[in-house]
């Protein structure tokens, strides 16, 4: 990878823009993101962590043709020092998320079973059992209750738990790996963090070889047992589903604060609540659910995108949060419209890589604001909105804690 790239047109590359780790608090988009965004399609991108630049695309189109695109490969990117936001970075044989075509649909197969639509419906009883209890305790207590300590933090973990067949006993010690896994805090505690969730998980996997359940590490036990995957790979297979329930957690803290912070929009929630589907959609779009960008591809072969040449071996970043505000496709994108028609988001990614989750995340959203709505009566923030303390030196966004009163 050399500086001397060139366009189509030949003119010079764009420059490689620095972007530091902010901590950006509430929902306010990162101004260096929205200062890329304004410098073109296609920049260059230098963050904290690894070596060298790399691509990032920020136009809807762009973002979609090269999540869609197998010239852009994920794989390579293990072998490689990409430049990146967190300071840790190991991943391991089997993570869907770096696994290029045939090895990711062998594996996402493995576990698709238990994130099909069907079985989101059956867990659906379950998942608002949890929850009742979970608010259960809120009402009893009374106000004022800090809702991301006591629903909006325990329900994913509840919720994940179910469906990946985590103990009851398990559960805290499951959580306090992955809160620190998702952290910025260094990476010899992220490491000691890892090692203590996929040990635990290896076990676990090895321990439901013969197990007739339909939870995810029974799946993976006995596709492990049948050879259809490695241990190994279903190891790394399960550690980031695992940790896929710190996003609902933060996502749900961000829509919850928008609400409570406009009326028109919590009135818009209690008033039509047939509605409400288009408006978890349009704060989906809008919600800035994580820092900086996700994960990068690397070009397998030279390929033009928006009037440049990536050359082969180039990593490219997308930003998913710059797409979901393409006044191309979104008009008046930084405008909360739950009107908006049509609403073809990419809260969840895009192409073979878009979350496995999805429908768990779906369902555990709407159980949540609707739940909440229909307990809490006149819910309502239990301080000034600039004082509720956000994540820091995290990379996924949210509210630290969300204090809340209800009730005459």
Not at 305 to 320: L, M, T, W
């Amino acid at each position: 990878m050399t500086e001397e790239t060139t366009t189509l047109t030949g003119q010079a590359p764009p420059p490689v823009w620095d972007w530091p780790a902010l901590d950006v608090t509430g929902t306010d988009f990162d101004p260096v993101l929205a200062q890329l965004m304004r410098e073109g399609p296609l920049t260059r991108i230098r963050l904290p962590h690894g070596e060298g630049w790399a691509w990032l695309a920020t136009r809807y189109e762009d973002v979609r043709f090269i999540t869609n695109d197998p010239r852009f490969g994920r794989a390579e990117v293990t072998r490689r020092h990409v430049t990146r936001m967190a300071p840790h970075f190991k991943p391991r044989p089997g993570s869907l998320a770096f696994a290029d075509q045939p090895d990711h649909n062998r594996l996402r197969k493995a576990v698709a079973g238990a994130f099909t639509v069907g079985a989101a419906k059956r867990l659906r009883p379950r998942a608002q059992e949890l929850l009742d209890e979970l608010v259960d305790g809120v009402v009893a207590d009374g106000p004022p209750a800090d809702l991301v300590e006591r629903v909006l933090e325990p329900f994913p973990i509840a919720v994940v738990s179910e469906v990946m067949g985590v103990p009851a006993e398990d559960r805290e010690r499951v959580h306090s790996w992955t809160r620190v896994i998702i952290s910025t805090v260094g990476a010899e505690a992220a490491e000691a963090a890892k090692q203590g969730l996929y040990g635990w998980i290896t076990e676990t996997v090895r321990a439901r070889a013969d197990s007739p359940g339909e939870d995810v590490y029974s799946l993976l036990g006995r596709a492990v047992a049948r050879g259809e995957v490695r241990e190994e790979e279903a190891v790394g297979l399960a550690g980031p589903l695992q940790i896929g329930g710190e996003a609902v957690t933060h996502n749900c803290g961000q829509m919850l604060f928008l609400l409570l912070t406009r009326p028109e929009l919590m009135s818009r929630m209690r008033g039509t609540p047939e509605e409400r589907g288009r408006v978890v959609d349009e704060l989906l779009r809008f919600v800035p659910h994580r820092s900086s960008v996700g994960l990068a591809r690397i070009a397998l072969e030279d390929v033009e995108v928006a009037g440049h040449r990536i050359a082969a071996g180039e990593p490219v970043y997308v930003s998913y949060l710059a797409a979901n505000r393409d006044p191309e496709v979104f008009p008046d994108p930084d405008r909360i419209d739950p009107d908006r028609e049509p609403n073809a988001h990419l809260a969840f990614g895009n192409g073979p890589h878009y979350c496995t989750g999805a429908v768990l995340a779906r369902l555990q959203t709407e159980l949540l604001l609707d739940t909440l709505l229909a307990r809490l009566p006149d819910l309502r923030l239990a301080v000034p909105a600039d004082q509720v303390p956000w994540r820091t030196r995290t990379m996924i966004r949210g509210p630290k804690s969300l204090p809340c009163a209800w009730g005459s």
